[in-house]
């Protein structure tokens, strides 16, 4: 039996219907990966678990490795069977295992699990971004895709206010919880209204196996790993980052209320970084944004190094959000502009899974600098680095060579399918 969705969809449907169900798919994503990192200091604390800094930075590891493996896979499915279902599949995976996570009796089932909800974790983004990018205007494709983006840094400001008001009172199981809401909101919503992507039906499965062998063939392969690299980068610094700052900033002399404030700080610049950063991508493209702000979410951590007032610390956490995850969310819309619908979700796949092993990165290598006793300066100078790197590996990017395609029909009346 099919839902309504799975018919032409009504006049009335709009582009910004598909957006706001990326977004609320991916804010919770972002709640269920950053609140991990809100609530290490309540977990190292735990009687009868007895976790160290580099464990817990491990446990955090796992659901990233997690979406390295459903990145790639999902991407995959996504360009043979169709966006929709895979969309609403991921949705259902993600939300029962985090129940598991809350219910976990010990760090090893806890690690266990959350690697598990990383398998629909790492699927969701390729997914919901090949469907926006195929639905969107011309001229606007990298904004709404950024729009929904916005979606991760939103669910780490949910997170952290979460953290700041209800640790104590439900404590880290109760805000684990939190993440399975998906599983009676947006799951119902989507079966009952969520559309297939009209392109996706016009390209059909018979294109995504061809054009899937260009990723690994001459110019499209060097993009491909260069996708990847820069990827990795973007990662390593949002999850490292959101994992370990509020131990940073307990480590440099701030209390834990002050400390979650600045994860808050974090994710509230990097809500206004992606939604600027994807507005100018539209006019400029995705290679000169997505390299400038990787720079400057550079300078902004080496600032960092040095002491500050509280106030202009605030401005840097602020600033250093903006440029980090607003270098990763025109990143991805870069990526999926540059490849043909046949192989849009499976590229978007394959170099956010690879880039996943940069996220898995990220907390591990936070764990060993903290447990060494390096502080905020050494953490956030190897984070500069990184920055860097994740810069001139956008940079380097092959430009695309325009393929010349009949368009598909439009999904929706009044909007251009062209990718």
Same mark, same amino acid.
């Given at each position: ?20 169900l990326?977004?609320?798919?991916i ?22 678990w007895s ?6 930075g ?23 069977f ?65 729009v ?5 840094? =939103? !669910? #780490?400001? @949910?997170?952290a206010?979460? *953290?700041?008001?209800?640790? +104590? ?5 109760g %805000? $684990?919880?939190?993440?399975?809401v ?6 119902p ?12 039906a016009?390209?059909?499965q ?8 260009a990723?690994?063939?001459?110019q ?7 996708f990847a ?10 999850f ?27 994710n509230?610049?990097?809500? =206004? !970084? #992606?939604? @600027?950063?994807?507005?100018? *991508?539209?006019?400029f493209? +995705?290679r000169?944004?997505?390299?400038? %702000? $990787?720079v400057l ?10 002491p ?10 602020f ?5 980090i ?85 439009a %999904? ?5 399918p062209?990718?």
């Open positions: 039996m099919s839902s309504p969705a799975a018919a032409t969809p009504p006049v009335a449907r709009s582009a910004w219907l598909v957006v706001a990326g977004f609320g798919a804010v919770f994503e972002g709640y269920d990966l950053i609140v991990y990192g809100s609530v290490v200091p309540t977990m190292l604390a735990h009687p009868g976790m160290s800094a580099g464990q817990a491990a446990i955090g590891s796992y659901a990233l490795l997690g979406m390295f493996l459903g990145a790639p896979a999902s991407g995959w499915l996504a360009d043979r169709g966006r929709r279902r895979l969309f609403i599949g991921l949705l259902v995976w993600f939300s029962v295992m985090m129940v598991l996570v809350a219910l976990a009796p010990s760090p090893g089932l806890l690690g266990l699990f959350r690697f598990l909800a990383g398998l629909g974790f790492g699927g969701i983004p390729p997914t919901a971004i090949a469907l926006v990018v195929e639905v969107a205007p011309a001229g606007r494709k990298l904004f709404y895709n950024s929904m983006l916005s979606g991760f840094p =939103v !669910g #780490g400001v @949910v997170a206010v979460a *953290s700041i008001t209800l640790l +104590g009172p439900i404590g880290f199981r %805000l $684990f919880a939190l993440g399975a998906p599983l009676v909101t947006l799951v919503l989507a079966w009952w209204v969520l559309p297939e992507s009209a392109r996706f016009s390209a059909g018979a294109a995504g196996g061809g054009k899937v062998r990723l690994v063939c001459g499209a392969a060097v993009a491909t790993v260069l690299v820069a990827n990795f980068c973007g990662f390593l610094l949002v490292g980052l959101n994992t370990w700052l509020p131990q940073l900033m307990r480590g440099a002399g701030y209390d834990l209320g002050s400390a979650l404030t600045f994860l808050l700080l974090l509230i610049g990097s809500v =206004v !970084g #992606g939604l @600027v950063g994807a507005a100018v *991508s539209d006019r493209g +995705g000169v944004v997505a390299t400038t %702000l $990787f979410a550079a300078a902004a951590m080496l600032l960092l190094t040095a500050h007032s509280p106030a202009l610390t605030s401005v840097l956490v600033v250093a959000g903006a440029m995850v607003g270098s990763q969310s025109v990143l991805w819309g870069y990526v999926a502009m540059h490849y043909d619908t046949g192989a849009r979700a499976t590229a978007l796949g394959v170099t956010s899974g690879i880039g996943r092993l940069g996220a898995a990165a990220g907390p591990a290598i936070g764990g060993l600098l903290v447990a060494s006793g390096v502080g905020l300066a050494g953490n956030v100078v190897v984070f500069a680095v990184a920055a860097l790197a994740g810069a001139v590996s956008s940079v380097l990017v092959p430009r695309r060579r325009t393929a010349t395609t009949t368009p598909a029909p %999904l929706l009346p009044g909007l251009d062209t990718p």
